[in-house]
């Protein structure tokens, strides 16, 4: 085990080295704390959705670490009874690429591919958590999503993303002002691990002329019983009959949204699979249980403007509470927007996540783009 009490002045005098070149993982000459790349957005990203079984409190977390620029930061986010409270931190990377903590937000691997433990510590926003997320589905290795001859600027090697995915089961309390409640039989999640460069990292003044990347077209996160949707696959659980995943392709949407804020509030899908079956599935968003990811820092904060990987500041920690029930507040939230939903297909009825980019969602249908329309 790695003495994760040891500050990073203990290694200082060491450097390359780091505490994980004692483990035999290496996969280049270099030291693990060493990056593939020089490229100032590489990032390591974690994240996480999850849920009570009435789909009444709502977590989001997620972290990211950035060799190159010295930056970890983390977010958390929890949603009940109409409150939107989000943490974040910040802090100096330092060596030891191991520690996840940062400030209260303090996940640790169990198991890799297995077990993970999420922990948010008290502060001074009044949310807490102690989670354990067991993995229930087969992950699959994500090949690079790139291009090698269409980078931005032209002429420049296309940004890579790559990791793996998956659902699991949930145990464990969420406390919001002194009130814990229990997630227990029922609860669930999904979460993902990433890896690569770009996606936004850095904001406006690393986006070398490109798109500021807060996803394309959104998402869905459905655990079924039998077989799991997870953006443009199919996952199974563990010793399922199906090796590997399953491709989907470009959906059909059929979407209604609150007429107000221009946000998602329901929706009718057809998922068209590489094998030629089509699967619908019918989307109801459970009340205001949204999880605004513009407060995790995807697109910038919404009252700091502070992107993944662009704050270079002091370690820090910060937060606030939005009143969901206030028009105002909702619409200046939107952005990437991950939706609590019950979820039906073939008479099958589940709780699952829906994201939108809202309003761009909302514009999509009224332009006609094809494949988007209303409900």
Same mark, same amino acid.
């Given at each position: 085990?790695?003495?994760?009490?040891?500050?990073?002045?203990?290694?200082?005098?060491?450097?390359?080295?780091?505490?994980?070149?004692?483990?035999?993982?290496?996969? +280049?000459?270099?030291? @693990?704390?060493?990056?593939?790349?020089? $490229?100032?957005?590489?990032?390591?990203?974690?994240?996480?959705?999850?849920?009570?079984?009435?789909?009444?409190?709502?977590? *989001? +977390?997620?972290?990211?670490?950035?060799?190159?620029?010295?930056?970890?930061?983390?977010?958390?986010?929890?949603?009940?009874?109409?409150?939107?409270?989000?943490?974040?931190? &910040?802090?100096?990377?330092?060596?030891?690429?191991?520690?996840?903590?940062?400030?209260?937000?303090?996940?640790?691997?169990?198991?890799?591919?297995?077990?993970?433990?999420?922990?948010?510590?008290?502060?001074?926003?009044?949310?807490?958590?102690?989670? +354990?997320?067991?993995?229930?589905?087969?992950?699959?290795?994500?090949?690079?999503?790139?291009?090698?001859?269409?980078?931005?600027?032209?002429?420049?090697?296309?940004?890579?993303? *790559?990791?793996?995915?998956?659902?699991?089961?949930?145990?464990?309390?969420?406390?919001?002002?002194?009130?814990?409640?229990?997630?227990?039989?029922?609860?669930?999640?999904?979460?993902?691990?990433?890896?690569?460069?770009?996606?936004?990292?850095?904001?406006? *003044?690393?986006?070398?002329?490109?798109?500021?990347?807060?996803?394309?077209?959104?998402?869905? &996160?459905?655990?079924?019983?039998?077989?799991?949707?997870?953006?443009?696959?199919?996952?199974?659980?563990?010793?399922?009959?199906?090796?590997?995943?399953?491709? @989907?392709?470009?959906?059909?949407?059929?979407?209604?949204?609150?007429?107000?804020?221009?946000?998602?509030?329901?929706?009718?899908?057809?998922?068209?699979?590489?094998?030629?079956?089509?699967?619908?599935?019918?989307?109801?968003?459970?009340?205001?249980?949204?999880? #605004?990811?513009?407060?995790?820092?995807?697109?910038?904060?919404?009252?700091?403007?502070?992107?993944?990987?662009? #704050?270079?500041?002091?370690?820090?920690?910060?937060?606030?509470?939005?009143?969901?029930?206030?028009?105002?507040?909702?619409?200046?939230?939107?952005?990437? $927007?991950?939706?609590?939903?019950?979820?039906?297909?073939?008479?099958?009825?589940?709780?699952?996540?829906?994201? +939108?980019?809202?309003?761009? *969602?909302?514009?999509?249908?009224?332009?006609?783009?094809?494949?988007?329309?209303?409900?």
């Amino acid at each position: 085990m790695i003495d994760l009490t040891i500050g990073d002045d203990f290694f200082a005098e060491q450097f390359p080295l780091s505490p994980l070149d004692d483990f035999m993982i290496h996969q +280049t000459p270099d030291p @693990v704390r060493v990056s593939w790349t020089g $490229d100032p957005r590489a990032y390591e990203r974690y994240w996480m959705i999850a849920h009570d079984a009435a789909g009444e409190v709502m977590v *989001a +977390t997620g972290g990211s670490i950035y060799p190159n620029l010295d930056r970890a930061e983390a977010y958390a986010v929890v949603v009940r009874d109409g409150k939107h409270t989000s943490v974040r931190s &910040f802090r100096p990377l330092g060596v030891d690429r191991a520690d996840l903590r940062v400030g209260p937000i303090a996940p640790q691997i169990i198991r890799g591919l297995r077990e993970w433990r999420y922990v948010l510590e008290p502060n001074e926003q009044g949310i807490s958590w102690d989670l +354990t997320f067991t993995d229930t589905t087969r992950q699959v290795f994500r090949e690079p999503l790139s291009d090698s001859a269409h980078g931005t600027p032209p002429g420049r090697r296309n940004d890579v993303t *790559a990791g793996f995915e998956g659902f699991g089961t949930v145990s464990g309390w969420v406390e919001v002002d002194g009130e814990r409640v229990e997630l227990g039989e029922g609860s669930a999640g999904t979460r993902d691990r990433h890896w690569g460069t770009g996606r936004g990292v850095g904001g406006p *003044a690393l986006s070398l002329g490109g798109r500021l990347h807060v996803g394309t077209n959104g998402n869905a &996160f459905v655990p079924l019983a039998d077989w799991t949707l997870w953006g443009d696959r199919v996952y199974y659980p563990f010793g399922h009959v199906t090796p590997g995943a399953t491709k @989907v392709l470009k959906p059909t949407r059929r979407l209604r949204f609150d007429p107000d804020t221009q946000v998602f509030v329901e929706g009718v899908v057809d998922y068209r699979l590489v094998t030629g079956e089509t699967r619908q599935l019918h989307y109801e968003r459970i009340g205001e249980q949204t999880a #605004y990811l513009r407060c995790g820092m995807y697109g910038g904060t919404p009252d700091g403007d502070i992107h993944q990987g662009s #704050y270079d500041g002091p370690a820090m920690t910060e937060g606030e509470t939005y009143d969901l029930t206030d028009l105002r507040q909702r619409i200046g939230l939107r952005g990437l $927007d991950e939706h609590l939903c019950r979820v039906t297909c073939d008479g099958e009825t589940v709780i699952g996540v829906y994201q +939108t980019i809202d309003p761009v *969602a909302f514009e999509a249908c009224t332009a006609g783009r094809p494949g988007w329309d209303f409900l």
